[in-house]
């Protein structure tokens, strides 16, 4: 059955051959397409065959991911080389492709037949291009080939050629031998030059080894004769470095021998210097001996210089030949002390006869001064003569003649020192006395013709100092009340006048007169010298000692013409006080006050979550105030703000806030230190530091007593608590509460430089620049006197640097010191500056405009109202002095108005409007710049 079953297969596959049907053996010799062969149902066993046929050509494609025709025809258009190796991994092996597409593969895909032909067409073009590919690839493998066989054949010529030029080279090489022939050299020049590797060896050969030949070790250095003419250039170079070699080598032999014979003679010296003594020594290559010489001043006492003399011959013998002993040398010994017996006794008859003249010249001149100048005359002569001795002494020991020459030039140089050191003194002493600085006190006349009598109350805050003094104020005919503040001058008049005693209110930019005044408020600055009155009272006078403003209190206490002065302030100003009245000649009556209401310091800091209703938080700079008033106002908290930069109208309007409880609390500078009673509870220091203007310091014991005992005012609280927030240290403020005054560190008292004191230094310098003549007056008109200091008037100086440029006369630009500039800087100097340059020209200057019409919600905008308010204070004051130039009076005070009601009234805002919450980021960086320059200067 197996073999008729094999014999029906082959029997197919012949009718198949014979057709060229293409057909996979495995299928053909299947057993049911052989039993359909032996039934004779060939038509059967071909449908079998094909079926199966078909089913796996559909496999195969949808293995390789070509489902359909389609797929099939885009493989072969893209990448007929892929559809091509997929054609053969499915069709029977051995048969046309082109074929067996068309009548397998398209039948099997369901094509149709002018489908399978478009396909069988794709096939026979892929085929075409894949035997051109063929093609081209062998051609570009026989190109390949060719030229890397033209490249073997370059090569190998390349390498020949270099064999040949490498036997050329070393054929034409030449030995040392010639080489020194051809350069003209010795054999020493050659090894040497050879082991210094100037000679560059082209090859070692080996001893025996011919030209042409490769080989190592060492041997026998070959040169290149094609480098000769370059040796030929340096041999000459060459031979002048050995040169220089073979001079330096033969220096320092001489050099090392000098050595030895320098350290023989030294010893020979050395010993020769010891049997001479002290003050021997070698001159010039000879010996010589320093001895001392007396000089003999009137008023100087004894003092000495050495003049150095030449020793004998013999003593030079000594050095050169044999050293002398035993008699030899006690002789030699004795021959120098005789020669500097000798040389002392010329020099001291030549210097005797120079200072009897040199002393004569001194007398002649201390004659024809006062006698009240010889003391501070004969002081700078002998400084001068001292020091001018003294460089003498440092020096080495001269000869006779150039010792005689130093000592009389250097007493010439003293005395003229001496003399012209007594006429600065006495220019100076007679410029103090007419401008009156040598007696301050003098310079009031009025005030030294009454027989006044000083009244000192010192105590600390709340208690009721000031209120005594007010009540003796009261009770005078005639009198002042001098405040440090604007506002302070205000209230004081308000004071007064609601007393019914009628009372004027005076300061630097306004006056409010009242008919029937008998008493007047001011500022210090502005007290009357002429007028005389029977009661002054001087408040807070511990501000003499400030660095800057003191001046004004000096000056006040000094010539104020009232015959009892009462002064009130804490018990710094004792110090200061005590010298003033020694300085007048007055009696000086002290009285203490004590608190009337406890004041204690809180134990612990204190949390922002624990400021209450009544408590009043001190920060010390305008950004700090305000950065707190935000976050009070964020607490539901109603919060009065006060600051140096408001004008008086507004901290009075925020006092009158929280003293009326509008405000629950008060966040405010040290400016609520002076003037302000207020019903504060509890002081909270943010911070125990400030900047003064010129640095960062710590408070002061006095500045923490001053601000913290404005807690529990008597008669508005029962008590005072001082304490501190989170990150200070309690303690300290505990300490300052309980701790005494402390002594001042400089008690001579401020003074100012006077208009006469300046006109007399212009005239005497031949200067009219205001700057330099200040200076001038502080350093050496005020600041030797022992009971007085130039104040530091740094608003003053800057005022005066300013103005300085225009052509202003001197006595108006002196007007111009007291501006009030404030602390803004050279923004507002700028300022004034430009309004003395319109001055000058003869114009006249406008009241500052300014824009601004909303009330300010950001910290740019209330700066520019603040600063707004800045400018027309300085105007205003300008005014009172010269009103012809500065006319609009009357609108700078409706603008200041104004700027004063637009910053109360952004001060009033409460929490619960976004407006109110004023931050920095909202701040203009102009005023960032000029925070900056602030703190650095």
């Given at each position: 059955?197996?073999?008729?079953?094999?014999?029906a297969?082959?029997?197919?596959?012949?009718?198949?051959?014979?057709?060229?049907?293409?057909?996979?053996?495995?299928?053909?010799?299947?057993?049911?397409?052989?039993?359909?062969?032996?039934?004779r149902?060939?038509?059967?066993?071909?449908?079998?065959?094909?079926?199966?046929?078909?089913?796996?050509?559909?496999?195969?494609?949808?293995?390789?991911?070509?489902?359909?025709?389609?797929?099939?025809?885009e493989?072969?258009?893209?990448?007929?080389?892929?559809?091509?190796?997929?054609?053969?991994?499915?069709?029977?092996?051995?048969?046309?492709?082109?074929?067996?597409?068309?009548?397998?593969?398209?039948?099997?895909l369901?094509?149709?037949?002018?489908?399978?032909?478009?396909?069988a067409?794709?096939?026979?073009?892929?085929?075409?291009e894949?035997?051109?590919?063929?093609?081209?690839?062998?051609?570009?493998?026989?190109?390949?080939?060719?030229?890397?066989?033209?490249?073997?054949?370059?090569?190998?010529?390349?390498?020949?050629?270099?064999?040949?030029?490498?036997?050329?080279?070393?054929?034409?090489?030449?030995?040392?031998?010639?080489?020194r022939q051809?350069?003209?050299?010795?054999?020493?020049?050659f090894?040497?030059?050879?082991a210094?590797?100037?000679?560059p060896?082209?090859?070692?050969?080996?001893?025996?080894?011919?030209?042409?030949?490769?080989?190592e070790?060492?041997?026998?250095?070959?040169?290149?004769?094609?480098?000769?003419?370059?040796?030929?250039?340096?041999?000459?170079?060459?031979?002048?470095?050995?040169?220089s070699?073979?001079?330096?080598?033969?220096?320092?032999?001489?050099?090392?021998?000098?050595?030895?014979?320098?350290?023989?003679?030294?010893?020979?010296?050395?010993?020769?210097?010891?049997?001479?003594?002290?003050?021997?020594?070698?001159?010039d290559?000879?010996?010589?001996?320093?001895?001392?010489?007396?000089?003999?001043?009137?008023?100087?006492?004894?003092?000495?210089v050495?003049t150095?003399?030449?020793?004998?011959?013999?003593?030079?013998?000594?050095?050169?030949?044999?050293?002398?002993?035993?008699?030899?040398?006690?002789?030699?010994?004795?021959?120098?002390?005789?020669?500097g017996?000798?040389?002392?006794?010329?020099?001291?008859?030549?210097?005797?006869?120079t200072?009897a003249?040199?002393t004569?010249?001194?007398?002649?001149?201390?004659?024809?001064?006062?006698?009240?100048?010889?003391?501070?005359?004969?002081?700078?002569?002998?400084?001068?003569?001292?020091?001018?001795l003294?460089?003498?002494?440092?020096?080495?020991?001269?000869?006779?003649?150039?010792?005689?020459?130093?000592?009389?030039?250097?007493?010439?140089?003293?005395?003229?020192?001496?003399?012209?050191?007594?006429?600065?003194?006495?220019?100076?002493?007679?410029?103090?006395?007419?401008?009156?600085?040598?007696d301050?006190?003098?310079?009031?006349p009025?005030?030294?013709?009454?027989?006044?009598?000083?009244?000192l109350?010192?105590?600390?805050?709340?208690?009721?100092?000031?209120?005594?003094?007010?009540?003796?104020?009261?009770?005078?005919?005639?009198?002042?009340?001098?405040?440090?503040?604007?506002?302070?001058?205000?209230?004081?008049?308000?004071?007064?006048?609601?007393?019914?005693?009628?009372?004027?209110?005076?300061?630097?930019?306004?006056?409010?007169?009242?008919?029937?005044?008998?008493?007047?408020?001011?500022?210090?600055?502005?007290?009357?010298?002429d007028r005389?009155?029977?009661?002054?009272?001087?408040?807070?006078?511990?501000?003499?000692?400030?660095?800057?403003?003191?001046?004004?209190?000096?000056?006040?206490?000094?010539?104020?013409?009232?015959?009892?002065?009462?002064?009130?302030?804490?018990?710094?100003?004792?110090?200061?006080?005590?010298r003033l009245?020694?300085?007048?000649?007055?009696?000086?009556?002290v009285?203490?006050?004590?608190?009337?209401?406890?004041?204690?310091?809180?134990?612990?800091?204190?949390?922002?979550?624990?400021?209450r209703?009544?408590?009043?938080?001190?920060?010390?700079?305008?950004?700090d105030?305000?950065?707190?008033?935000?976050?009070?106002?964020?607490?539901?908290?109603?919060?009065?703000?006060?600051?140096?930069?408001?004008?008086?109208?507004?901290?009075?309007?925020?006092?009158?806030r929280?003293?009326?409880?509008?405000?629950?609390v008060?966040?405010?500078?040290?400016?609520?230190?002076?003037?302000?009673?207020?019903?504060?509870?509890?002081?909270?220091?943010?911070?125990l530091?400030?900047?003064?203007?010129?640095?960062?310091?710590?408070?002061t014991?006095?500045?923490?007593?001053?601000?913290?005992?404005?807690?529990?005012?008597?008669?508005?609280?029962?008590?005072?608590?001082?304490?501190?927030?989170?990150?200070?240290?309690?303690?300290?403020?505990?300490?300052a509460?309980?701790?005494?005054?402390?002594?001042?560190e400089?008690?001579?008292?401020?003074?100012?430089?006077?208009?006469?004191?300046?006109?007399?230094?212009?005239?005497?310098?031949?200067?009219?620049?205001?700057?330099?003549?200040?200076?001038?007056?502080?350093?050496?008109?005020?600041?030797?006197?022992?009971?007085?200091?130039?104040?530091?008037?740094?608003?003053?100086?800057?005022?005066?640097?300013f103005?300085?440029?225009?052509?202003?006369?001197?006595?108006?630009?002196?007007?111009?010191?007291?501006?009030?500039?404030?602390?803004?800087?050279?923004?507002?100097?700028?300022?004034?500056?430009?309004?003395?340059?319109?001055?000058?020209?003869?114009?006249?200057?406008?009241?500052?405009?300014?824009?601004?019409?909303?009330?300010?919600?950001?910290?740019?905008?209330?700066?520019?109202?603040?600063?707004?308010?800045?400018?027309?204070?300085?105007?205003?004051?300008?005014a009172?002095?010269?009103?012809?130039?500065?006319?609009?009076?009357?609108?700078?005070?409706?603008?200041?108005?104004?700027?004063?009601?637009?910053?109360?009234?952004?001060?009033?805002?409460?929490?619960?409007?976004?407006?109110?919450?004023?931050?920095?980021?909202?701040?203009?960086?102009?005023w960032?710049?000029?925070?900056?320059?602030?703190?650095?200067?």
């Open positions: 059955m197996a073999q008729a079953r094999a014999e297969s082959a029997t197919l596959r012949r009718m198949l051959e014979a057709e060229s049907l293409p057909f996979f053996p495995d299928i053909l010799d299947s057993p049911d397409i052989a039993d359909a062969m032996l039934a149902r060939v038509e059967d066993a071909v449908e079998i065959l094909a079926e199966r046929m078909s089913g796996r050509i559909r496999a195969g494609l949808s293995e390789l991911g070509l489902a359909d025709g389609k797929a099939l025809a493989r072969l258009r893209q990448k007929p080389a892929a559809g091509l190796a997929a054609l053969n991994a499915i069709l029977p092996p051995g048969v046309s492709l082109a074929k067996a597409v068309a009548d397998l593969v398209a039948p099997s369901g094509l149709s037949t002018q489908a399978a032909q478009g396909m067409m794709l096939v026979q073009r892929a085929q075409r894949e035997i051109w590919r063929e093609k081209l690839a062998q051609q570009a493998a026989r190109r390949a080939a060719q030229d890397a066989e033209r490249a073997a054949a370059e090569a190998m010529q390349r390498r020949q050629a270099e064999e040949d030029a490498w036997r050329r080279w070393q054929m034409s090489l030449i030995g040392g031998s010639r080489l051809l350069l003209a050299i010795t054999p020493t020049e090894r040497r030059w050879l210094e590797g100037r000679l060896v082209a090859e070692t050969r080996p001893a025996g080894q011919r030209n042409g030949q490769r080989g070790g060492a041997g026998v250095p070959r040169f290149d004769p094609a480098r000769l003419p370059e040796l030929a250039t340096r041999v000459p170079e060459w031979r002048r470095e050995w040169q070699v073979l001079k330096a080598r033969r220096r320092a032999s001489a050099l090392a021998s000098e050595k030895v014979m320098a350290r023989v003679q030294a010893c020979r010296d050395q010993a020769l210097l010891a049997m001479a003594g002290p003050g021997a020594r070698l001159l290559h000879r010996l010589a001996m320093a001895r001392p010489v007396r000089i003999d001043l009137p008023f100087l006492g004894v003092t000495a050495e150095l003399f030449v020793l004998p011959d013999d003593a030079m013998a000594a050095r050169v030949g044999p050293f002398p002993r035993g008699k030899a040398r006690e002789q030699l010994r004795a021959a120098m002390m005789s020669a017996d000798a040389a002392v006794s010329r020099v001291s008859r030549s210097l005797g006869a200072l003249a040199w004569a010249r001194v007398a002649s001149v201390r004659q024809g001064m006062p006698d009240t100048m010889h003391t501070r005359f004969t002081e700078a002569l002998e400084k001068a003569v001292r020091q001018g003294g460089t003498i002494g440092s020096l080495d020991p001269a000869p006779a003649d150039r010792l005689i020459r130093l000592v009389t030039g250097r007493l010439e140089e003293a005395l003229a020192q001496a003399i012209n050191r007594w006429s600065q003194e006495r220019d100076r002493h007679a410029l103090r006395s007419e401008t009156g600085l040598d301050y006190a003098r310079m009031f009025t005030a030294r013709a009454m027989r006044r009598r000083l009244v109350h010192i105590g600390p805050t709340n208690s009721g100092k000031t209120h005594a003094a007010m009540e003796a104020l009261k009770a005078a005919r005639q009198g002042a009340y001098l405040a440090p503040l604007r506002l302070m001058a205000l209230e004081g008049a308000d004071r007064l006048n609601t007393a019914g005693v009628p009372t004027d209110m005076r300061t630097g930019e306004e006056e409010v007169l009242v008919d029937g005044a008998t008493h007047v408020s001011s500022t210090i600055e502005m007290a009357e010298l005389a009155i029977d009661v002054a009272v001087v408040d807070e006078v511990q501000i003499i000692a400030h660095h800057d403003r003191g001046w004004a209190w000096t000056q006040a206490l000094v010539g104020m013409p009232a015959r009892t002065i009462v002064m009130t302030g804490s018990p710094d100003a004792v110090p200061f006080v005590t009245a020694d300085m007048t000649g007055e009696a000086l009556e009285l203490s006050f004590e608190r009337k209401s406890p004041l204690v310091a809180e134990p612990t800091p204190l949390r922002l979550e624990d400021v209703p009544g408590d009043a938080l001190v920060a010390f700079t305008r950004t105030v305000l950065r707190f008033r935000t976050l009070l106002l964020q607490r539901g908290f109603a919060v009065a703000s006060i600051y140096g930069a408001l004008g008086p109208e507004v901290r009075r309007a925020e006092s009158e929280f003293r009326t409880g509008d405000a629950q008060l966040v405010a500078t040290d400016a609520i230190g002076m003037g302000l009673n207020l019903p504060i509870q509890r002081v909270i220091f943010s911070t530091e400030k900047f003064d203007g010129r640095r960062k310091r710590p408070l014991s006095a500045e923490i007593r001053q601000i913290a005992g404005r807690a529990g005012r008597y008669g508005l609280a029962e008590s005072g608590v001082a304490g501190v927030l989170a990150g200070q240290e309690p303690a300290l403020v505990a300490a509460l309980e701790g005494a005054a402390e002594p001042p400089d008690d001579r008292l401020p003074v100012m430089p006077p208009w006469n004191a300046v006109a007399a230094v212009a005239q005497r310098l031949q200067t009219e620049k205001l700057r330099p003549i200040l200076d001038y007056i502080a350093q050496h008109l005020i600041g030797d006197d022992p009971r007085l200091r130039p104040a530091a008037m740094d608003s003053a100086r800057g005022i005066a640097s103005t300085d440029t225009n052509s202003l006369p001197l006595k108006d630009r002196y007007r111009y010191l007291g501006v009030p500039a404030g602390g803004d800087g050279p923004r507002m100097l700028s300022e004034i500056a430009f309004w003395a340059r319109l001055h000058a020209a003869g114009r006249s200057i406008s009241a500052p405009r300014s824009p601004i019409w909303k009330v300010p919600s950001s910290y740019s905008e209330l700066g520019a109202c603040e600063h707004q308010v800045l400018r027309l204070s300085a105007y205003l004051w300008l009172r002095r010269f009103p012809e130039h500065y006319r609009d009076t009357r609108l700078a005070q409706d603008e200041r108005l104004r700027f004063n009601a637009l910053i109360e009234q952004a001060l009033r805002r409460r929490a619960d409007a976004k407006a109110a919450v004023i931050t920095e980021d909202d701040e203009d960086p102009r960032a710049k000029l925070k900056q320059f602030r703190r650095g200067h």
